[in-house]
């Protein structure tokens, strides 16, 4: 899309050094007694064209990367739309044309609402990522019981994970915190579903929450890792882990956007480290 105009511009670029050159030689010829002035105030005008060029240049860089970032999230949520849709579908037809037994046909229906689980998640990721950038969304702030939301995303997590990870909590009890329990709801699920996303089955989930000055949450994973360059990188709207194993699985690039805003918009910090051997780990301190 960008290339044509870019071809122009290089083009340009070329046409108007050549012509600088052949004017500056003309006129060094013809005056040879102000070459110093020439040499200079061409030196200067070179000087500003390479560094526009360089800037120009730079930008071009970016937007190609963000357009290529969008079309990537475009084919993920085209593809984290169309499996759930498709295996809902499947289930009810299944439940429509035969006649199940009475086990079968609840283990269907509960799948098929786990799948409605899986998209309610994706559209408020996507509502919630596009109220963050647009600025609409106020972050609206009261008195919630930390430790319950946490205990309840956990239960939750434990049940679509059914025996594949380990989930290792240790949650202090009665943590209140001053928040928006929507978007610390969104932030500790995002965290949640990543740890078992970038995991292998019969790995731990490791789940802290505790008090002392401050209220330090700590989830903790067994999975590929993140490799230290990129550990900024991933906070990124749309931004993907280059390593195959973040490749392979599902995913938008808005999930660290969103835990990331919700973090600054608490006034906490977050930090990563390697969960040794392997895996890793996401601290937040309020």
């Not at 050094?17 to 007694?33: I, M, Q, S």
């Not at 085209?78 to 759930?84: A, C, M, V």
């Not at 509960?110 to 998209?119: E, F, T, V, Y």
């Not at 835990?259 to 918009?265: G, H, K, M, P, S």
């Amino acid at each position: 899309m960008l290339r044509k105009p870019v071809t122009i511009f290089y083009i340009l670029l070329i046409y108007a050094l050549a012509e600088l050159f052949w004017w500056g030689f003309l006129l060094v010829k013809t005056e040879p007694d102000r070459m110093k002035m020439i040499l200079g105030e061409g030196s200067i005008f070179l000087l500003i064209l390479i560094v526009g060029a360089v800037y120009f240049h730079s930008l071009l860089k970016k937007e190609n990367a963000m357009h290529k970032q969008q079309r990537n999230f475009l084919l993920s949520v085209t593809h984290e739309l169309k499996s759930p849709l498709s295996s809902i579908k499947l289930y009810l037809q299944t439940i429509l044309k035969r006649d199940l037994e009475k086990e079968k046909r609840d283990q269907f229906i509960m799948s098929s609402i786990d799948d409605i689980g899986r998209l309610d998640d994706l559209v408020e990721n996507m509502l919630l990522a596009s109220k963050i950038e647009n600025r609409s969304y106020t972050f609206p702030k009261e008195d919630i019981d930390f430790t319950g939301l946490l205990t309840s995303l956990v239960d939750r997590i434990k049940i679509n994970v059914q025996g594949k990870r380990t989930i290792v909590t240790e949650i202090q009890s009665d943590i209140d915190l001053f928040g928006d329990r929507f978007s610390l709801g969104s932030m500790i699920n995002n965290l949640l579903e990543n740890a078992v996303k970038y995991s292998q089955e019969n790995t731990r989930i490791f789940i802290s929450l505790k008090i002392d000055t401050h209220i330090r949450l700590r989830i903790c994973d067994e999975g590929c890792g993140i490799p230290e360059t990129e550990h900024k990188k991933i906070f990124q709207k749309f931004y993907r882990s280059g390593n195959e194993m973040t490749r392979k699985t599902k995913g938008t690039g808005l999930g660290l956007f969103i835990v990331e805003q919700v973090v600054t918009n608490h006034n906490a910090n977050i930090s990563i480290s390697n969960n040794l051997p392997q895996g890793t780990c996401f601290e937040i301190i309020f």
